[in-house]
């Protein structure tokens, strides 16, 4: 059964635009991850200030092993480097390339497993 893990990202206006280029900047290294569904970054549109980092896995077991994977460590190490070179305290998702420092405010990691799900159905000719 699919397991899905959505990144809540509380992200100031003035930091939005560099949230979504850090996130550009880093495609493809999940994709290659064992296990591994489908990603989505969802902007919020009205109502509130927390991004959403949608994937899904095939199992918790290759979510767990891409979180020790090299590929996550490299890109987590570097943020955290990153974000100290710019005098921030710990280290914040967004990844901290070029702008200094975490672009989200705070994070929190839900998880969840799909019970049901629904695809288009194909139009009928």
């Known amino acids: 059964m699919s397991v899905v893990k959505i990144n809540v990202l509380t992200v100031s206006e003035e930091m939005r635009a560099e949230l ?16 591994f569904e489908h990603f989505e970054l969802l902007r919020p549109v009205e109502g509130t200030d927390r991004y959403l980092v949608y994937t899904r896995w095939r199992s918790e077991e290759d979510f767990q092993r891409w979180t020790q994977s090299q590929a996550f460590q490299r890109g987590h190490a570097q943020a ?37 799900e629904a695809d288009p159905k194909p139009a009928s000719g």
């Open 20 to 35: 979504e280029k850090r996130f550009a900047g880093r495609a493809g290294l999940v994709e290659s991850a064992d296990g």
């Open 80 to 116: 955290a480097a990153d974000a100290e070179r710019a005098g921030a305290q710990g280290h914040g998702h967004g990844h901290g390339h070029g702008h200094g420092g975490p672009a989200a405010a705070a994070a929190e990691l839900w998880s969840f497993e799909i019970v049901q």
